[in-house]
């Protein structure tokens, strides 16, 4: 028997039951569409969560005081001490080759006040290194001069919302601000950056990271962050920034380096391993409509008992048998997945429009991973009925109304 | 030719033997017509569904033109089928969701036989039949006679040396019964072997050679009296 004529006799037996074979399609459909919608969303956050990350660049090292690995033997009070992050750190990593920038960076919460007009926002302590280290462009004026971090001068640049939040579309530029009290004089405005894990970039202002740590009352560091100019010299530039601290901290590793890599693969992994769960959940509903079509052919065998006796009489071998209903369930499941997968993107794309914030993504793979999942679901639930499609005696079959 | 030597057939129903065939030896030569009566339980169907290679004799030899196919595995069964052998039945069995060609061109569909080919064949098999104004019709469309008619070119179709019939008329009005049988015997004047398996004393008295069955063993065996 040629493929395309059992294909049409399986999909004419198919047909001829309209309202049976749209209610079982119905269940995989079901299956199906929860499947790619719980994957398309668990998708998007994915390249929600990794697009936030990788704005700052990928070729950076941050280091934070402080060790999260508990390594060697009982912490002594020896071991236990944790050496301060300080800016001559800092300046101490710029001297590694490959290193393009060390930056010190402190940080805290203060009023920034203009006139009348008053807001508490973030204020980042850093240095001139800002637009090259994090990407961030300004739009007015200009960033943080160059210049020895540990004398810092009373300048500030503004993000662009606590800009328009101060001055509104009053110029800014040359204009005196307090922060915390103090006078700083704006030298800039930043290009807008948006939010970061819900923190707005945009409602900041950035000042030199002396001055924050006056500021803030403090004699340390938050973080160094530290650029490198090739992905290639990642590895010998965190051994560089490790030996080197260790030297200045007496040999203790009492700090934190973490690559963006490595944090870029740690979310990723713990990301994929939520949507693969997620996707057996909507799976569950997938074995469901895997039931549904294994009891609808096995009740569909038994309907057409005698026609198998028929088409045995007429000379159709056993495998012809077993292939014409394997292949009915199987176009079943892969009509109902076909059906799932559009209402599963509809549903993402419907979603994407009520929840703009809402990150869903389908990638085209998913959709042809639907498909030949739900065809091979089709012929799982198909075998046993049939096999025992295929079993029946003929004249027995033949005798059956 | 359908050559049956000792040809025995059992069934085991619950912890009881049935001895639906006991040891049937006959000859049926090309072109024979033979009515194959006996009362119910006599192993008429059963002799049938043997000569047809639907079923497998328990012992004794089946040799069909030279050939032994009593011990044929499934597969050369079904060849068989396919190629020798039309089978026609009192309920007609055709499949409901299909037209009257659709219906004829099915055994061809098994057999691998190219569209073209196949729809030809069937057009043909329906204007023996007297069907070629039916042939998209669907068998809820049709008379009774007219639907053992597409049975009779589906069973033809594909060239067979022997037409096995179990009641063809069982199921009709007189007219239509006799209408069937004439069509059937018109067949068996071209060099079709035909066997008939009927209760009924006037179609069975039409053949050339009545076998009677009783009990499994053939009683007697002869023309119409």
Known sequence: MRAIDLTRLALGAVAGHRLRSALTMLGIAIGIA?????????EGIRLYVLSEFTQFGTNIIAVNPGKSDTTGGNPTAMAGTIRKLTIEDAEALRRIPQVEASMPVAFGNARVEHGERGRSVLIYGVTADVPRVWRFGVRHGRFLPEGDPRHGSPLVVLGIKLKREV???DNALGERVRIGGRPFRVIGVMEPKGQFLNLDLDDTAFVPVAEAMSLFNRDDLIEIDVAFRSAAARDQVVADVRRILQDRHQGEEDFTI????SMLSTLDRIIGVVTKAVGAIGGISLVVGAIGILTMMWISVNESTAEIGLLRALGARRGQVLAFFLLQAALLATAGGALGVFAGIGIARTLKVVLPRLPVNTPLHYVFAALILSFVVGLLSGALPARRAAGLDPVEALRAE | MIELRGLTRHFHVGDQTVHALRAVSLAVPDGDYLALMGPSGSGKSTLLHILGCLDRPTSGSYVLDGHEVGSLPEGELAEIRSRKIGFVFQFF???????AAGNVELPMILAGIRPGERRARAAKALAAVGLTDRASHRPDQLSGGQRQ???????TVMGPSILLADEPTGNLDRASGREIIELIERMNRDGLTVVVVTHDPEIGGRARRILKLVDGRIASDGGPS
């Open chain 2, 93 to 99: 069995h055709l499949v409901p969701r299909l037209t």
């Open chain 1, 34 to 42: 929860s499947v790619i919608l719980l994957t398309s969303i668990g």
């Open chain 2, 149 to 155: 008619r597409v049975a009779i070119a589906r069973a």
């Open chain 1, 167 to 169: 001055f509104g579309e």
């Open chain 1, 258 to 261: 973490t690559t963006q890599e």
